[in-house]
Structures are given as C-alpha cells and as structure tokens.
C-alpha cells in the first residue's frame, strides 16, 4: 500500500522519440523529488523519494534482443550510470549524478542495432499517418460529403460524432508526424551531441503535443469550412442548371379495387433532412392519399410559406389551385413512392390539400422556390390526419 502511494503517473508532455526532450523532463522532475521508472506512449510513472540533481540519457536499443539490452546496460555501468527503466520500449532511461556524469563509449555494433530498431518505428509511424489521412478523407466523405452538410447539422449526433473522429484521427496523425520528425532528427544527428539539461537544444519541453492538439483542432475547423463551402456549390450548381419549364403532368388516379399505395417519403436534398412517413390510399381519387406519421428520423425539418407559385408550371389535384397559390398552405414535403413517383403535398395543417405530380427525375428543381420563399425552421408536427 505504501509503494502505491510513492507511485506516481503523469501525461507525457512531448513525444517518446522526442529523446532530448524527455531528458530534460525527467531531469527538472528528479529536482522536485519524482524519479523515472517506466514509461508508455500517453503515460511515465515516476516513484517519489528524496530530491536529487541527476542527469539522464535515453539510449535507442533493440529490447527483443536481450544480449543488446545487457551488454548496453553493462557499458553505462561502467562509466557510473544507473539503469532506470525504458521509454515504450525503444529507449533504454540512464541517470546519474550531475556533476559525475560522463559519456560512456558505446559499441558500433549496439548502437547500429538501435538505430536500425528506430527506423523502423520510424517507418511505421509514417504508415500510420498515412493511413489515418485516408481514414479521415474516408469518414469525411460518408458522414459530410455524401450525404450533405446541412443534412448532417440537422441531426446533432451525427455531425458532432463526425467532428470528434475527425479531431481525434488529426490529432493522431500529428502525434505520429512528430515522432516521425524526432526520430529522423535523431537518426541524421540533428539533436545536440551532449545530453545534459543545461546544453539541451529543446529549452521547452512539452510544446510539441500541445501544438498537435491545437493544430488537429485547426484541421478539423478548416475541414468543416470547406466541406460546407463545397456543398452550398454543389447546391446553386443544381438549382442554376434546373429546367423549370417542363411540362408537368397531373397524378393518375386509382381505381378502388385496387391495392392500397404504401411507400416512404424520403425528402432528400441539400437543405432538408429526410422524414420518413407512410403513404395509404383513402379513396378512389389520388387527392385523397393520407399520409400517416411513422417516424421522425430528424430533428429538424423546413417549414416554406408559399408566397407564389406559378400555376402554368404546377398542374395540381386539388379542387381549389388558387389557394395554394395565395399561400393559405404553408406546409409542404416531397415524397418518394416506389423509388420511381415523386410527388409534392401542400398542407394547412389539418390535411393533404393538395398533391402534385413532379415526375420520376426529381432532384432539387422545386427548391429555388421553396429556398426563397422559406421564413423558419420548426419542429415538424403531427399535422398529417
């Protein structure tokens, strides 16, 4: 119980390749009475006992080859270190005194067996960044690109989940750069020749994870931007290649006998998230189709005033056009029926006034009215009767 207590875990603060950094962490930490014994990539566990000034270096050694690890160990001794653990195991932890520290001279043998164990960590790193990017590109595509932006905002979840694995996946790639980047640093000897606190060439360790943090945070941001800038593109690049002059046949009607219409109204566009509903025929005529609330896939759902609609390009089945026409109506949704029949219906609230044939090719030539017209976004009611 009281070696628990003494045990002590804290977040690294720089990358575990990051070997220059991680010397002077554990140096200023052994002067506040807290000294290194095994580390991990996120986590370092450090036992407490009495302050000391000490000096550390980390080693590179190639630990599945247990003759390299003694015959290391056995050289630092000698030239008076101490063994005090491994970092993730690619690097052996080496103390001593500050004022008896000395280089030990290691072998050529050893240290290329380091080396060569650290760049093909190196290596992996650069695999997993790359993988992560397609990871990210992919995951983008199917919750953002795919299926619309607005489409995903509409529904909280989604677009905040999509958010978070955007940020997490960047923060691990650039967790992974940056060992990527300290270990090639340390491969071409790019870092200080003497590993000693006061000559260390990083005077401010933990700065590099921090700068991942926030650079992930940027990406994701930018991501979003340029998504939506791409989708509202998308948008007016569909509505300003709309034929609007199409003829526009009315709806058939249905004979009694035959079998009731059932489908799913999926109202699917840039700037509406889709609803489900159930459609059944109520009488002989297909002005009389009810649509039965089913279930509310979203949140959210538009709600256009009708302030105009051009009775030469519309041919409805209701009695009165007119009405729709003054904006009585203000209620309106597209249904999908067999994947083939698109229909819009215009309703008051109580009922299904009108419905009106807009012909299998669908896609968004109604919404440049219904955009211009749109005062507000409701939650959408049970109106359907």
């Known amino acids: 119980m009281e070696k628990r207590k003494r045990t002590i875990r804290k977040l690294m ?30 986590f ?23 003759e390299h690890e003694k015959e290391l160990t056995g050289q630092y001794r000698l030239a ?43 290596h992996g790193c650069l695999l997993t960044c790359a993988a992560d990017a397609v990871l990210t590109a992919l995951w983008c595509w199917m919750i953002l690109g795919r299926f619309g932006f607005w489409y995903t905002t509409t529904m909280a979840t989604p677009f905040l989940l999509c958010a978070l694995m955007v940020f997490i996946f960047g923060i691990n790639i650039f967790w992974r750069m940056s060992d990527y980047i300290q270990i090639r640093r340390y491969l071409k000897g790019t870092t200080c020749g003497v590993h000693l606190p006061e000559s260390n060439c990083q005077t401010r360790p933990g700065r590099g994870r921090a700068r991942s943090i926030c650079s992930a945070a940027a990406v994701t941001c930018i991501c979003l931007v340029f998504i939506w800038a791409g989708e509202q593109k ?3 690049k569909e509505l300003s290649e709309v034929d609007t002059s199409l003829p526009v046949p009315p709806i058939t009607a249905f004979s009694p006998e035959s079998s009731p219409i059932r489908g799913t109204v999926t109202y699917h566009s840039s700037i509406v998230a889709p609803v489900q509903f159930q459609i059944v025929q109520d009488g002989p005529d297909a002005q009389m189709l009810r649509m039965d609330y089913m279930e509310l896939r979203f949140p959210r759902l538009v709600k256009p005033v009708f302030k105009s609609m051009m009775k030469d ?49 669908y896609t968004d030539e109604f919404l440049e009215t219904l955009h211009d017209a749109m005062e507000t976004w409701t939650q959408p009611e049970l109106f359907w009767q």
Not at 29 to 37: C, H, K, N, S, T
Not at 92 to 117: H, M, Q, T, W, Y
């Open 80 to 122: 008076g270190w101490e063994a005090a653990g491994d970092v993730w195991r690619k690097f052996l932890i080496f103390s001593a005194v500050r004022d008896g520290a000395v280089s030990p001279e290691i072998s050529v043998e050893i240290r290329r067996a380091g080396e060569s164990s650290l760049k093909k960590t190196g």
């Open 313 to 361: 390009q519309l041919k409805w089945s209701s009695a009165e056009p007119e009405a729709v026409s003054s904006g009585l109506f203000d209620t309106a949704c597209v249904a999908v029926i067999n994947d083939s029949m698109h229909y819009l219906f215009v309703s008051d609230g109580q009922k299904v006034a009108s419905v009106c044939y807009i012909g299998p090719g």
């Open 13 to 42: 603060p720089v990358s575990p390749y990051d070997s220059a950094g991680l010397e002077v962490w554990f140096s200023e930490l052994a002067g506040q009475g807290l000294f290194v014994r095994k580390t991990g990539y996120y």
């Open 234 to 236: 998308s948008w007016h």
């Open 44 to 66: 370092a566990n450090f036992q407490r006992e009495e302050a000391r000034s000490l000096v550390y270096k980390l080693e590179p050694c190639d630990q599945y080859r247990d």
